[in-house]
């Protein structure tokens, strides 16, 4: 007798979760707690199901239709507060520059979604970790040094970073210097919410200008080599593609001697009289510029060394390229012609900005954390 082997298909068994939707659930951890909360107390009374264990579940299984009545009205709720409502209608009377922050926030969301984003970090994203902003480490190297405090003041104001490293490399030494970075950016440091946010939402490339170890600590998961990092030593080294790419424009506290620090290191690094692109750093952001969206977190974005170079891209670009768009988060001047004039300055440089009150730097993390939110309620759909 002739064997007839019958190829049988098994189709795959229908799980209740992905039938009712279950397996989404977790995707709206943020609305979920919140209506775990003491804060939706109110609400839960209103849908009967308070005083149940885990009422956001009992609600997302028992009457999903009032859940996303409410969650739809967090949703709105939630972004119109961490995108400054009350303060921006308040402050520039009328919602105009609220309605920019709404329509540059989805942009942006659209574009870490696609993977697109290369954060681009400065030392004020650090301060929430225990380091100082890099005028305040400017201060303090020049009481180390005993430098003329006045005279420090009064180069910062004029945003002459530069100026001030070069008069405590003259009226000291470099020694003195390289032994102050090692005081303040050797010890750990807390690894913020915001910082950890980075390490959820990017898992390619990041781009720092910052010689603190946070973003190493935040990235490092235990793995054998979760990250490569790349430096002024090796700017133009091909990235690994089987761990996080974490540049350090100039330089890490584990080698301080190598750290671009003085004025001439920074003319060496990007040129002297004028920016040269063909350098091993100018030509890393010449390439990232021009490939990639850029989000600016704690960067001031004045006349430094890489707005230079940013400068000098644009003027090499056809006036009609339509290329990556960029972001920077960041505090709203307090006077509406200030923010006018900041706002065309930064779109000069191709930068799109997304505003928060002046000094309230919780904001950072607070739109970290609806982006992460956002991405995750549109691949719940």
Not at 70 to 93: G, I, P
Not at 319 to 345: K, M, T, V
């Amino acid at each position: 007798m002739t064997q007839v082997n019958q190829s049988i298909e098994i189709k795959p068994t229908e799980k209740w979760c992905d039938r009712d939707e279950h397996n989404v659930f977790e995707y709206f951890e943020d609305f979920n707690d919140w209506l775990d909360s003491s804060e939706a107390l109110t609400l839960r009374e209103e849908y009967n199901v308070n005083g149940i264990s885990q009422p956001s579940k009992a609600l997302f299984a028992g009457d999903k239709e009032s859940y996303d009545v409410a969650f739809k009205k967090y949703r709105t709720e939630r972004r119109h507060e961490v995108l400054n409502e009350h303060y921006l209608c308040d402050q520039f009377a009328g919602d105009h520059w609220f309605k920019r922050n709404l329509s540059r926030f989805d942009q942006l969301v659209e574009r870490m979604n696609a993977g697109e984003v290369v954060p681009f970090l400065g030392a004020g994203l650090s301060v929430a970790g225990g380091f100082p902003t890099w005028s305040t480490h400017l201060k303090q190297q020049a009481k180390t040094a005993g430098i003329n405090q006045q005279d420090v003041e009064e180069l910062l104001s004029q945003g002459a970073y530069e100026q001030v490293l070069e008069k405590i490399e003259n009226e000291r030494n470099r020694d003195v210097f390289i032994q102050e970075i090692k005081d303040v950016f050797s010890v750990t440091g807390k690894i913020a919410g915001s910082t950890f946010l980075l390490s959820e939402l990017f898992h390619d490339t990041i781009i720092t200008t910052n010689y603190d170890q946070l973003i190493e600590n935040a990235f490092d998961t235990g793995v054998e080599k979760p990250y490569q990092i790349i430096s002024s030593n090796n700017a133009l080294e091909t990235p690994d593609p089987d761990c996080v790419t974490i540049i350090k424009l100039h330089g890490d506290i584990k080698s301080p001697a190598q750290c671009i620090l003085s004025k001439n290191q920074y003319d060496d690094a990007y040129g002297n009289d004028e920016i040269d692109l063909t350098l091993p750093i100018p030509k890393l952001l010449d390439y990232y510029y021009r490939n990639s969206n850029l989000l600016f977190l704690g960067c001031s974005l004045n006349n430094d060394r890489t707005v230079q170079v940013f400068k000098a891209i644009k003027e090499n670009m056809a006036e009609d390229y339509e290329g990556a768009r960029h972001f920077s988060i960041e505090q709203s001047p307090e006077e509406l012609d200030e923010l006018e004039n900041r706002n065309a300055y930064l779109a000069a440089l191709g930068i799109t900005a997304i505003w928060f009150e002046k000094g309230q730097y919780d904001c950072v993390e607070a739109m970290l954390r609806l982006a992460r939110n956002e991405i995750r309620y549109r691949n719940a759909g």
